[in-house]
């Protein structure tokens, strides 16, 4: 049973406690986006975990060989780490405007 707990700073980590002393498998790249989908409900595609693992934004991975192997506790903490914290409006969501500067006028 996996438990989802927001910490203080209001980023929202991962408890299984079914599975602490069990290894888990690795998955390969096709399987991993799968797993976000399944277990996380976030879209996300194969092709979109290749692109992040050359340019950066994506899950730790591991390689063996040729192919990318993802653990599925990294995979829980960065797909957790994709979300925002709860809101009960999406104005909750906007970041506040910065201040306008006041125009100076310069008188000669």
């Known amino acids: 049973m996996t438990n989802f707990v927001m910490r203080a700073d209001g980023v ?4 299984d ?15 991993a986006a799968r797993y976000v989908e399944d277990v996380h409900g ?9 692109k992040q693992a050359v340019v950066g934004g994506g899950p730790p ?13 990294d995979l829980d903490e960065w797909a957790l780490g994709k979300l925002s914290r709860k809101v009960r409006s999406s104005s909750e969501l906007r970041t506040p405007d910065q201040p306008q500067q006041e125009k100076s006028s310069v008188k000669e």
Do not use: V, W
């Not at 599975?19 to 790249?29: K, M």
């Not at 976030?42 to 290749?50: E, G, H, I, N, V």
């Open 12 to 15: 929202a980590s991962a408890n």
């Open 17 to 31: 406690h079914a599975r602490t002393n069990a290894r888990r498998i690795p998955l390969r790249r096709k399987d």
């Open 42 to 50: 976030q879209p996300c595609s194969p092709k979109t975990l290749a």
């Open 61 to 73: 991975y591991r390689k063996a060989g040729k192919f990318p192997l993802y653990e599925p506790d």
